[in-house]
Structure formats: C-alpha cells, structure tokens
C-alpha cells in the first residue's frame, strides 16, 4: 500500500470513529433528556411575574398555574416580582438553574424592548432565555378619566398640544406595552403628556378613576371600570378593532394614520433548559391554552389565546424587538 493511500485510510478511520462517537453521545444526551423529560416534575414549578397582581401578564400565568394543576396535577404556583420595568422578575429566572422549575411569564418589555431603555441590563432577552410558548396577545385599549372633555383621538391630540405636559397616562412601568404605547402616540401626533410608571398596570387604575392621571392604554383591567361608564373608552391601539368593543374605533382610523401597538405574553424557561422539558411545557401549556373556557375567559378581557413552537417565539421574539428597537432608539429614552 502506497503512503498516501495508508494516511487517507487511517484518516477515513479516524473520521469514521469521531462521527460514531459523536452519534453516540448524541444518544446518551437525548436518553438524559428524554428521561429527565419522564420524570419532570418531581417538585413544584414557580412562574415568575415581574409585575403587580391584577394585571393581564397576572392574569394570564395563574390561568395557565391553576389548570396546569387541576388537568396535569402538577403543583404550580405563581410569584409576583416587581421592578426594573420587570428587569427584577425577569432577572431571577435568567440566572435560575435551568431545570425546568423557575419559569418566566414574558412581555415584550422583558423580551423584547427593555434593551432599548436600559444601559445596563442584567441579563440578555435572547440568550438568556429558552422559548416556550407565546400566550397571548393583548388589546391596548385608550381609556381616558371621563372629567376630561376628550372623547375621540383627534379631541385628545387636540388638548395636548392646548395643554402641553399637563396630560399624564400610566403604564405597568418602563418598557411596558403601555409605556411605548404612549410614547409611540407621543411621537407619531406630536404631543406632549406624561408618563407615569407603576409597577404593574393594576395599580394604576385607581389613580386613574380617582383623577391622579388622565389616561392609560388597558383592555382587561379598565374593562369593567368602561362599561360602568366610570372610565371613558377612546380608541384602540392595535392594528384592527377589538371584538369586545367592535364600535371602538383605532387610533390609526382616527387620525393616526399607520399607528400600531399591542401587548403579548409568552412562556420562557432559563437558557440550557433540557429540550425535552421545554416540549412537555410547550404541549401542556399549548393544550390548555386550546380550551374553550381558557379562550373564552382571555378573550372577555380583550386578550387573544395564542399558541407557538419554541421556534417560532423566538423569531416573534426578534421581530419585535427589531420594531421597537427602531422606535425607541428615535425616542432616546434610555435610562441608567
């Protein structure tokens, strides 16, 4: 045998023996995971809220805890963790060990527009997270204190540039989807009003109905307050009219032309979470998402059930922050 022929024959053998191995520890890894997957869960699951008890993202995570509980028998429970725009809440799940028992309940300031407002962020949405399912979508209702003489987009732009800086609106914090709602009105009409920032949107409805602030953009918890007529409906912020409220018109048929916000709420796991884990949770989490009673309840809140693959999360995920990401940037508003 000629040398060269020798050394491409050893070679193919080494190449031959390196890609039976890696084969073979691709197995042990899907049988690790596979098996950890059977086993899971032996303990109770903590969803993590990062905002106040109330609102939707609440709302949404203690819908999904309790079924999770009474379908699959699992013990689940829901802790809320404010602050940071929900850079706290989000914070702890980043840096929790990555088992399958500390899960995030996402926004798209948590996972998507935070990066955009602050400098220092404690963690990275894209790399320290491993998508699950998105949830739901939310409809961003304007609701305006009725002591205010505004009933339509075009009166409250109106007023604003009449009154510049003395209209206020609250939001669920820095980086929350009313946040850059508002800010996106701000921006788009020319006006000026200010922000006022809550840890979570709950608490700033009674401010509201008490006249502390002006307007928010809400759908599930002003909901109640609109149709007892203690708080006034203006428009809606998403791209079409809600089907709660289809007389509603949006704010970019009522003199906002190409005006669009909305809110949404996804399931994530800490990064390096078995892939077997995270497909159970996808499946039980999807299932209990598809049943009519969950579908029903989420929509009489102005809330869209909406269901993913991991996959597709995460390009949702990149989608919006390149969105907002160009908004923001336009915006300076980036904090410390």
């Known amino acids: 045998m000629k040398e060269s022929q020798f050394k491409i ?125 998105l949830a739901a979508t939310g409809t961003l209702l304007l609701v305006m204190n009725p002591s205010l003489p505004i009933h339509s987009t075009g009166e409250l732009i109106e007023y604003a540039k009449q009154h510049p800086g003395q209209l206020s609106y609250g939001s669920g914090g ?54 007892e007529g203690k708080l006034r409906a203006i428009a809606v912020a998403n791209p079409k009219r809600s089907q709660a409220l289809p007389d509603v018109p949006t704010i970019a048929e009522s003199g906002v032309p190409g005006y669009a916000a909305s809110a949404w709420y996804g399931f994530f796991a800490p990064a390096g979470t078995p892939t077997g884990i995270v497909q159970l949770l996808n499946e039980k989490i999807s299932d209990i998402l598809k049943q009519e009673d969950i579908r029903a309840r989420l929509m009489a809140m102005g809330a869209e059930p909406a269901v993913s693959t991991p996959e597709q999360l995460a390009s949702f995920v990149e989608e919006e922050s390149e969105k907002w990401g160009k908004v923001l940037k336009g915006l300076n508003l980036q904090l410390d």
């Open 9 to 133: 024959t050893a070679l193919q053998r080494i190449f031959r023996f390196v890609a039976f191995l890696l084969i073979g520890i691709s197995g042990v890894i899907a049988g690790a995971q596979s098996s950890f997957a059977a086993d899971y869960p032996t303990r109770p699951i903590k969803i993590v809220v990062p905002f106040g008890a109330g609102g939707l993202t609440d709302i949404v995570a203690r819908l999904v805890a309790e079924r999770l509980s009474k379908d699959a028998g699992w013990k689940v429970i829901v802790e809320n963790k404010t602050g940071a725009g929900g850079n706290i809440g989000a914070t702890e799940v980043a840096r929790s060990k990555p088992d399958g028992y500390t899960l995030l309940m996402g926004s798209i300031g948590t996972n998507a527009s935070n990066p955009f407002i602050y400098k220092h962020m404690p963690y990275d949405p894209k790399k320290d997270f491993a998508p699950i399912t």
């Open 174 to 227: 820095m980086g929350a989807s009313q946040h850059l709602a508002g800010e996106l009105l701000k921006s788009m009409a020319g006006i000026d009003i200010q922000h006022v920032p809550y840890k979570g949107l709950a608490p700033a409805i009674p401010d509201l109905l008490a006249g502390r602030i002006g307007l928010t953009f809400d759908m599930a918890t002003a909901l109640p307050y609109v149709k």
